[in-house]
Nanobody, 126 residues
Framework: QAQLEDSGGGLAQAGGSLRLSCTIQ??????????MAWFRQPPGEKREFVAA????????LYSDSVKGRFTISRDNAKKTIYLQMNSLKPEDTAVYHC?????????????????WGQGTQVTVSS
């Protein structure tokens, strides 16, 4: 069983930046065998895919709404992934969750992911 701890959320102004982090706490999980992703749930809406990264960082996948503004990356030595969010918009306001799935990067679908972080709140003011 793995525990994912996500952090780095907060309040930002439109046009600003934030960086989220997600660290796997379980020492038994082979982090470099897992694809990782970020999802978000805006207020009153369903959770949606944001970005994913393959086990070695060689492949990435982004939703159209964040492409060109957000960058996902990982540091396998630290068992951590990051989401650099630039040019933030009020519509980026949501609870952001990291997630892990064994194997390939997948297609950005919730059911593909096994382990989830508890979420970190991002609020962007206009």
């Amino acid at each position: 069983q793995a525990q994912l701890e996500d952090s780095g959320g907060g309040l930002a102004q439109a046009g600003g930046s934030l960086r989220l982090s997600c660290t796997i706490q379980s020492s038994g999980l082979a982090f470099n065998q897992y694809a990782m992703a970020w999802f978000r749930q805006p207020p009153g809406e369903k959770r949606e895919f944001v970005a994913a990264v393959s086990w070695n960082g060689g492949s990435t996948l982004y939703s159209d709404s964040v492409k060109g503004r957000f960058t996902i990356s990982r540091d396998n030595a630290k068992k951590t992934i990051y989401l650099q969010m630039n040019s933030l918009k009020p519509e980026d306001t949501a609870v952001y969750h990291c997630a892990a799935r064994y194997g390939a990067i997948g297609y950005g679908l919730e059911h593909e992911y096994t382990y989830w972080g508890q979420g970190t709140q991002v609020t962007v003011s206009s």
